[in-house]
């Protein structure tokens, strides 16, 4: 299948070196709203230029795309990408590294990223455009909603739900049957030891708000 990657920066990159093993996958371009960036490479694969060029794309028969842009902390922009690639008709592929370890009976949605390293013990359930960085481990029975994004050696215990659109931050860690609420922020190297309120930004150890993003 070919394939256009949406973004061109730092978290496109790792993707692209995770695809670029895939025998059924052909790379074709890359898009990023950035003008300084067209016409230049990530990994050997051309910039072509903006989002705009979506539709054209898909009327050559692309029908394929993965979402190359990370977060600091923000879910929504990464969460518009996906719906606009897929407005468009595009469907999202999964990024997933041959050394990911992933239970049988993990559940994965739709343009799920797992990254070298990570761990998905049994029965975990991924939504939509999940990413699940290097190193990071998930443990059983956890439920991961759309559009999280799970950073650089997290630890999530057992049984814990992550609702849509939340980030974790690198190296923090999720205790056992803790609820993280939608578009909340773990903060890097946080502990959670209670649920976190819908849009809350956590930080500490313990973890405590520190602010809400509403």
């Not at 670029?20 to 996958?25: H, I, L, S, V």
């Not at 709203?33 to 051309?46: C, E, I, S, Y």
Request: aromatic share 2%; charged share 15%; with cysteine.
């Amino acid at each position: 299948m070919r394939v256009v990657g949406l973004g061109a920066g730092g978290h496109a990159k790792v993707v692209i070196d995770i695809l670029q093993n895939a025998a059924d996958c052909e790379l074709v371009g890359l898009l990023d709203p950035d003008r300084t960036l067209w016409g230049g490479k990530v990994l050997g694969v051309p910039i072509a230029g903006g989002d705009e060029l979506l539709p054209e794309l898909h009327a050559q028969g692309i029908t394929h795309a993965f979402i190359g842009l990370g977060s600091t902390g923000d879910t929504l922009p990464r969460r518009h990408l996906y719906e606009k690639a897929r407005q468009h008709g595009f469907e999202i592929v999964s990024a997933i590294h041959p050394h990911a370890v992933i239970a049988r009976s993990v559940e994965c949605g739709l343009g799920a990223t797992l990254m070298a390293g990570c761990i998905l013990n049994p029965d975990v359930s991924l939504g939509e455009n999940v990413v699940v960085n290097t190193g990071s481990i998930i443990e059983h029975d956890c439920v991961i909603g759309d559009h999280v994004f799970v950073s650089p050696g997290v630890r999530l215990g057992g049984t814990v739900t992550v609702e849509d659109g939340a980030h974790i931050g690198i190296g923090a860690t999720v205790l056992q049957n803790i609820r993280i609420g939608q578009n909340a922020i773990i903060g890097a190297g946080a502990v959670v030891t209670r649920d976190v309120a819908q849009n809350a930004v956590v930080v500490g150890v313990p973890a405590r708000v520190l602010k809400s993003r509403v």
